[in-house]
């Protein structure tokens, strides 16, 4: 999240960057060498072209979520992957605090470097793909950056979009106050092409 803001500053700006929804899932793997650190990488350098992929923890233990929209036979083929290729590996189809508690344990007890993600400024949960709203200040040139998990996103929506943006600021614990004046604008989905020498490739496995 951005640095904090006063309760006095005025939001005259509200870019909304909704969600994309679909099924999670995170993908753990122990890298006993530099070796396996690099494949690892590579494997899901791969994923990433064919779904979002966001790292965790970066080291020893190397997780990531990804979330697909529509079919999940990817992440099939990513733990048939990780089964046949590493000594350890993990896979949880969701992401959750239980999930993120767990692989944070096994980083601490690995010394493995987890990555900072977004925080809820709701509730204080961590989500790697969370709702995201950029706020213009009154008397500030750089934007404050807010980021909401799923959860508090589902739990807060309205039917329409500005509705939804409206009431996770008034949850945030920030205490930030948006009038009902102040325009909310939601910022266009960026579609992309994804290669198909990826899809092939992650074909053969299974």
Same mark, same amino acid.
């Not at 006095?8 to 870019?15: A, D, F, P």
């Not at 008397?139 to 799923?150: I, M």
């Not at 945030?172 to 004046?181: A, K, N």
């Given at each position: 999240?951005?640095?904090?803001?006063?309760?006095?500053?005025?939001?005259?700006?509200?870019?909304f960057?909704?969600?994309?929804?679909?099924?999670?899932?995170?993908?753990?793997?122990?890298?006993?060498?530099?070796?396996?650190?690099?494949?690892?990488?590579?494997?899901?350098?791969?994923?990433?072209?064919?779904?979002?992929?966001?790292?965790i923890?970066?080291?020893?233990?190397?997780?990531?979520?990804?979330?697909?929209?529509?079919?999940?036979?990817?992440?099939?083929?990513?733990?048939?992957?990780?089964?046949?290729?590493?000594?350890?590996?993990?896979?949880?189809?969701?992401?959750?605090?239980v999930?993120?508690?767990?692989?944070?344990?096994?980083?601490?007890?690995?010394?493995?470097?987890?990555? =900072?993600l $977004?925080?809820?400024?709701?509730?204080g949960?961590?989500?790697?793909? *969370?709702?995201? !709203?950029?706020?213009? @200040? %009154?008397?500030?040139?750089?934007?404050?950056?807010?980021s909401?998990?799923?959860?508090?996103?589902?739990?807060?929506?309205?039917?329409?979009?500005?509705?939804?943006?409206?009431?996770?600021?008034?949850?945030?614990?920030?205490?930030?106050?948006?009038?009902? =004046?102040? $325009?909310?604008?939601?910022?266009?989905?960026?579609?992309?092409?994804? *290669?198909?020498? !990826?899809?092939?490739? @992650? %074909?053969?496995?299974?």
């Amino acid at each position: 999240m951005g640095k904090p803001f006063s309760r006095q500053s005025e939001v005259t700006r509200v870019h909304f960057h909704p969600a994309e929804t679909g099924s999670r899932a995170v993908f753990l793997a122990e890298a006993r060498t530099n070796k396996e650190l690099r494949q690892l990488r590579e494997l899901f350098d791969m994923v990433g072209q064919l779904a979002m992929v966001v790292p965790i923890s970066h080291g020893a233990v190397m997780s990531y979520a990804v979330q697909v929209d529509g079919d999940t036979s990817l992440f099939g083929k990513i733990e048939w992957l990780l089964k046949t290729q590493f000594t350890f590996s993990l896979v949880e189809r969701n992401f959750s605090d239980v999930t993120f508690n767990l692989v944070r344990s096994l980083c601490v007890d690995s010394n493995t470097q987890m990555v =900072e993600l $977004p925080e809820c400024g709701a509730c204080g949960a961590a989500d790697p793909f *969370p709702t995201r !709203a950029s706020l213009e @200040l %009154a008397g500030s040139e750089a934007p404050v950056h807010v980021s909401y998990c799923s959860r508090c996103t589902t739990r807060h929506e309205g039917a329409e979009p500005a509705e939804t943006i409206r009431a996770l600021l008034a949850a945030d614990r920030s205490g930030l106050h948006v009038g009902r =004046e102040t $325009p909310v604008t939601q910022m266009p989905d960026i579609v992309e092409q994804r *290669p198909r020498w !990826a899809a092939s490739k @992650l %074909a053969m496995a299974g």
